[in-house]
């Protein structure tokens, strides 16, 4: 869902460009989704997580995509941010705990 809307946030704008990061430290995993698409207003950036907000047509789009995607990270005991400057693109980043493999020992 991030990737497809940061799709259609560079095509207003005639393309650009889309950027994937992962990383890890010692206890968690990221994701960083950036795009220099359109950006999101600040007066929109506080709402994009609620379920049914949209700033798309009617037709285009239910407004469920990001709530969605937010309880899909929550369920896996994650966070997610949004980042944007209007004009200048988008940024979220979503952090995960680490899962730690536990050893099992030989049973004799």
């Known amino acids: 869902n991030l990737v497809m809307n940061a799709a259609e946030a560079m095509q207003g704008k005639g393309g650009g460009e889309l950027r994937l990061e992962t990383g890890r430290t010692d206890d968690s995993l990221f994701l960083k989704v950036t795009d220099t698409g359109e950006g999101i207003p600040q007066e929109n950036l506080r709402r994009i997580f609620d379920p049914f907000f949209t700033t798309k047509g009617v ?48 049973v004799s």
């Open 59 to 106: 037709g285009n789009g239910t407004g469920l995509g990001l709530a969605v995607t937010y309880g899909i990270v929550q369920e896996h005991a994650g966070t997610i941010q949004a980042f944007s400057r209007n004009g200048r693109g988008a940024s979220f980043r979503l952090v995960f705990p680490a899962a730690v493999k536990q050893r099992q020992r030989a």
